[in-house]
């Protein structure tokens, strides 16, 4: 398929390592030369200089001929009037738009982006996607990851090993039979900085990193399990008030179960609206580094701390600093890939990369056939399929011990009509069902190949 990028940022760049990697022809579009040169260097891909909205520029990207366009620039207009030049001078298929104004996505002007009004298929916006990564991560502290699959029946949770977890030095296939009655499944292991799919006989040890496919039902004795008590969410502190930081508090606030929030913003401005954005919230006007503004919000006594400012040191800092007045809970948004591995040594429990929620955003609405949903782990380490299998699949009627896995991926969950089931040797997997499928980024495209048509692209 043939699709255009325009952006070269960090979204953009790994929008085209994604689909440059399962030969696709990929042209990506910058008014920055030299991020179109690193492009052109290190990834599969074909770059023009220029501005995205430009009809020249995207004539010559190929755009007459183009299947799909993503326009993910840092400026909204520049996004919203590239999809409308897509459309109306090169009548390209499918438009998808990044826009982080708030006044672009409110629901009363949903009308907007009608295709004899602004023709944008998909609208992707960070700080929506941003925000609702932090409320999952809120709503499990004990793990560092937490994403929900199949409609919310099955649960992908990262936990974080540590010496009081009972099955340390287990073997996988041991506790299969210990625990044979739990629908979970540790899909991906993270040790040394190094992410692989365990196989049977590998064993888990104090500080890895996994990745449990589980039921949703069986999500707290998964964590029980592997060593995390479950904890309540009574006091959390949000330092930022602007989109993501608004939106949490909102959130919290809409909840039958009553949680307290305090929401601390450096600028005044900012502070003022949100108060007023907000019922139940206390907003504080200050730095959220301050010592005696984290005490005035009660810091002690918070379960949680959410940095969501824009800027990754200041987020840093203030979850370090709230760590060392008690807090229980730190989670960070951190833009800069290089900063998270400094997260455990500080004592940070969890981050949030925007980037990544992202461009998983963004994969799941650009892929076809019947891929119902794409999460990228990690700084797009591997990739968490879910997809429905066609009757042209070469997996369809296979037992899963039968189908020709690459070696960095496997199946998590598998949905049969109503019910979700942990998949086994002898699971078969038949035309309809919809599956889970864990897969390092190398092995993608052979994962997709077993699905033949089931994963494409418009």
């Not at 009081?164 to 040394?192: E, H």
């Not at 589980?214 to 989109?243: C, S, W, Y």
């Not at 896995?405 to 942990?422: I, N, Q, S, W, Y």
Request: charged residues 25%; glycine residues 8%; contains cysteine.
């Amino acid at each position: 398929m043939q699709i255009i990028i325009c952006g070269a940022g960090q979204v953009g760049w790994q929008i085209a390592r994604h689909l440059a990697g399962e030969h696709n022809d990929v042209t990506i579009v910058d008014n920055n030369p030299d991020l179109v040169r690193q492009a052109t260097e290190v990834l599969d891909v074909q770059g023009i200089a220029g501005h995205a909205s430009y009809p020249d520029v995207l004539d010559r990207a190929g755009a007459r001929d183009a299947d799909m366009i993503v326009a993910a620039t840092h400026s909204d207009e520049v996004n919203m009037v590239t999809c409308q030049v897509a459309h109306s001078v090169f009548a390209v298929p499918r438009k998808i738009a990044r826009l982080r104004a708030q006044s672009y996505l409110d629901a009363i002007y949903s009308d907007l982006y009608r295709r004899d009004h602004l023709p944008i298929d998909v609208v992707i916006s960070p700080e929506r996607e941003v925000a609702e990564a932090a409320l999952r991560r809120l709503a499990v502290p004990e793990a560092f990851d937490n994403q929900f699959f199949l409609g919310g029946e099955a649960q992908l949770l990262g936990i974080l090993l540590d010496e009081a977890c009972p099955v340390l030095n287990t073997p996988l296939r041991q506790l299969t039979d210990l625990f044979s009655t739990l629908r979970a499944i540790v899909v991906g292991v993270r040790r040394s900085g190094q992410l692989f799919a365990p196989e049977p006989g590998d064993q888990l040890f104090a500080g890895d990193d996994i990745y449990v496919m589980t039921h949703r039902d069986d999500a707290m004795r998964a964590l029980d399990i592997f060593g995390k008590q479950p904890r309540k969410q009574e006091r959390v502190v949000v330092v930022g008030g602007g989109n993501v930081g608004l939106a949490v508090a909102r959130d919290l606030e809409s909840r039958a179960q009553r949680i307290r929030v305090k929401l601390i913003e450096k600028n005044r401005l900012v502070a003022e609206r949100a108060a007023d954005a907000l019922d139940r919230t206390i907003v504080l006007n200050g730095d959220g580094l301050s010592h005696e503004l984290l005490r005035e919000a009660a810091i002690q006594k918070a379960d949680s701390i959410l940095c969501v400012t824009d800027d990754d040191k200041a987020n840093l800092l203030t979850a370090v600093r709230a760590k060392q007045e008690g807090c229980r809970m730190a989670i960070c948004l951190v833009n800069d890939p290089t900063l998270v591995g400094m997260m455990r040594p500080l004592g940070i429990d969890a981050s949030i990369n925007p980037r990544s929620t992202t461009v998983s955003s963004i994969l799941r609405h650009i892929r076809h056939g019947r891929v119902r949903g794409v999460y990228s782990i990690g700084d797009a380490e591997a990739e968490v399929i879910e997809a429905q299998v066609l009757s042209t699949s070469t997996i369809a009627g296979q037992m899963v011990r039968e189908i020709d896995f690459p070696e960095g991926a496997l199946v998590g969950a598998v949905k049969k009509g109503d019910k979700v089931v942990r998949p086994t040797g002898t699971t078969r997997i038949e035309e309809g069902d919809i599956i889970v499928i864990f897969a390092l980024a190398a092995d993608v495209p052979a994962v997709e190949r077993l699905f033949q048509v089931a994963i494409d692209f418009f």
